[in-house]
């Protein structure tokens, strides 16, 4: 499984990329807004993202229209090499990503919670395709279960050719809310999470690990002190 960081915090991304785990990264206006950035800054803080990456930038489209997806998707696709553009299902949406599509832009369908929504992203030619876990979680109904309906139904079909090329399309479990949310995506195969820093922080803590280091540590003090 793939890890992308979903902020749009450069020290958080520059750090996460120190570790050696991270394959891409995922924004959206409202982590853009959290930075407290401003819309004279988003394009040269997109190329700032990228240029600290190899994989994947998820910039987020906000227009309405078709037209107006498509014309803003190719202004954030001319921001650097490794930018795919993010766009919320619908009709308007899924128009916008057939004629990227057809035009090279990789495009991460988003905001997805359900198999028909996620087949008709991957048939309009998504090169990612997003369900939101933590969402389902905030209504009391199983986003594990319906992420992992998703994977099969999408898995069950050959889709190259239908998208850019020979690729198809790859899920990112997006609203991961847990370590236990990474642990479950990963044994369910899910291409891709999508974590918040916080919780790649997480991810790499135990209480054993800690009490384990202690003790080579208190160990080898006595060494040191023999």
């Not at 991270?22 to 950035?37: E, F, H, K, M, W």
């Not at 979680?137 to 898995?155: N, R």
Request: hydrophobic content about 50%; some cysteine; overall charge negative.
């Amino acid at each position: 499984m793939k890890f992308f960081i979903d902020t749009a915090d450069l020290k958080e991304i520059e750090e996460a990329a120190s570790w050696g785990v991270l394959a891409g990264v995922t924004t959206n206006p409202s982590l853009y807004a959290r930075i407290g950035g401003k819309l004279a800054d988003f394009s040269t803080h997109i190329q700032r993202i990228c240029a600290l990456v190899d994989g994947p930038v998820s910039a987020e489209a906000v227009g309405t229209s078709r037209n107006d997806i498509v014309r803003e998707a190719r202004e954030l696709a001319a921001l650097a090499a490794n930018v795919a553009v993010k766009i919320p299902i619908g009709i308007e949406g899924l128009a916008a990503t057939r004629v990227l599509a057809n035009e090279g832009i990789p495009v991460n369908v988003t905001l997805v919670f359900s198999v028909p929504q996620a087949i008709m992203a991957a048939r309009a030619g998504a090169r990612y395709i997003s369900p939101f876990i933590g969402r389902f979680d905030d209504i009391g109904e199983d986003g594990l279960a319906q992420i992992a309906d998703i994977s099969d139904a999408v898995a069950n079909y050959d889709w190259r050719g239908v998208g850019i090329g020979d690729e198809e399309p790859e899920i990112i479990a997006a609203s991961i809310r847990s370590v236990q949310h990474v642990a479950q995506v990963a044994l369910l195969g899910i291409d891709i999470a999508t974590v918040p820093f916080n919780i790649l922080e997480k991810c790499l803590t135990h209480p054993l690990t800690d009490q384990g280091i202690a003790a080579f540590l208190n160990d080898w003090e006595k060494v040191l002190q023999a």
